[in-house]
């Protein structure tokens, strides 16, 4: 009997990703509940930025909504399918369509007045800013 490793951060990635994709679909059922998706997306923090990097293959930009509101960046959109004829010789097709939502929560020192987003072959790269980090002040008590 041969032993599996058993890797908690990838229950923890599967779990993220199914929580996402309940609460993007909330509300509505979709016309193939296969068709639900959430692209990879990598964040990386440098010392003047954040970057963050999300997998959108075949998707154009007209098509990505990238919103910022009270510490949550929000990444939606909608990757259109293509219309697929039996007598292609397709026997199966794995590539997920339909609508997406990733949303983040960044640190108060996100300036989110200052984001750049842009896509360059497929991948969506979202430029965040940093600000100084606000300092903890003194508040007098008074009787």
Known sequence: MSLIPYEARNALNQFHNDFNRMFANFGRLPDDVATAWTPAVDIQ??????????????????????????????????????????????????????????????PDSADADNIAAKTDKGVLEIHIPKREATKARRIEVKS
């Open 45 to 106: 923090e440098q010392p003047t930025e954040f970057v963050v990097r999300a997998d959108l293959p075949g998707i154009e930009p007209k098509d990505i909504e990238v919103t910022m509101q009270q510490g949550m960046l929000t990444i939606s959109g909608k990757r259109e399918s293509e219309k697929k004829e039996e007598k292609n010789g397709y026997l199966r097709t794995e590539r997920s369509y339909g609508e997406f939502f990733r949303r983040l929560a960044l």
